[in-house]
């Protein structure tokens, strides 16, 4: 099993409010897998999320689920989904050193006709410690898992479905006519011969995920205006 070691994002309050922040610490904890996938039902429905405390003081937890939508854009909006699933334990206090195991079991919709996806959040409950100043600032760490609930022989079929120039920019419209979702971060695009290097692409894409039946506009600056286009999805999650 392998784990993910996170360090905290500096939160934009903080610039606001004028704040000077010391060299942030590495997070006192980690999550594993933070993604998988599960079946609409029987055994596979459900999995094991494994949260490590790495502190020298007891870590309180709680676990919430949302699904996932996407705009055109990429822009993502959550809505809650605890009814979709059952989480075991939903709170917890892991001693420093500890493993906590949490069993996240998918209880929803059996018979789903494309893969759903969601977010299981392993949020940090501050405590206040009896030897805390008052005005003290603690921080705290969440860790999103994304949990797929994937169809049996469902797959994801991504193509070009238009191409515009908008000044500088070439714009592509992806459109995912599958039944599972894609992860289009790692896709091979080229534009009049000319390669659209990893990093403009993932930069474009605001996110990798192309849900089932979803489109994606994609900008990319300054790209031959003419010429032909290729895209391949590349290598996807069996």
Do not use: H
């Amino acid at each position: 099993m392998k784990f993910r070691r996170f360090r905290p994002i500096v939160l934009a309050c903080a610039a606001v409010l004028g704040l000077v922040l010391p060299q942030a610490p590495a997070a006192a904890y980690q999550v594993a897998p933070m993604i998988y996938d599960l079946k609409p039902s029987g055994s596979g429905a459900a999995t094991i999320i494994r949260v490590r405390n790495d502190g020298d003081k007891p870590l309180t937890i709680e676990l919430e689920a949302e699904k996932r939508a996407f705009d055109e854009n990429g822009a993502e909006t959550r809505t809650p989904a605890d009814d979709d699933f059952v989480l075991f334990p939903v709170q917890a206090v892991v001693q420093p050193g500890k493993t906590q195991a949490v069993r996240v079991q998918y209880v929803g919709k059996p018979d789903l006709a494309q893969s759903e996806t969601y977010l299981v959040t392993v949020r940090q409950v501050p405590v206040a410690l009896p030897d805390q100043k008052q005005s003290g600032v603690q921080m705290v760490f969440n860790f999103s898992t994304m949990a797929t609930i994937v169809p049996e022989g469902a797959k994801p079929a991504v193509t070009v479905v238009s191409t515009t120039r908008e000044g500088a920019d070439t714009v592509l419209r992806l459109r995912n006519d599958g039944n599972r979702y894609a992860n289009i971060g790692s896709a091979k695009v080229s534009i009049g011969g000319q390669t659209v290097s990893d990093e403009e692409w993932r930069k474009a894409l605001r996110s990798v995920w192309l849900l089932p039946g979803n489109d994606r506009v994609v900008r990319i600056p300054g790209a031959p205006a003419t010429g032909d286009i290729t895209f391949e999805l590349g290598e996807q999650a069996s």
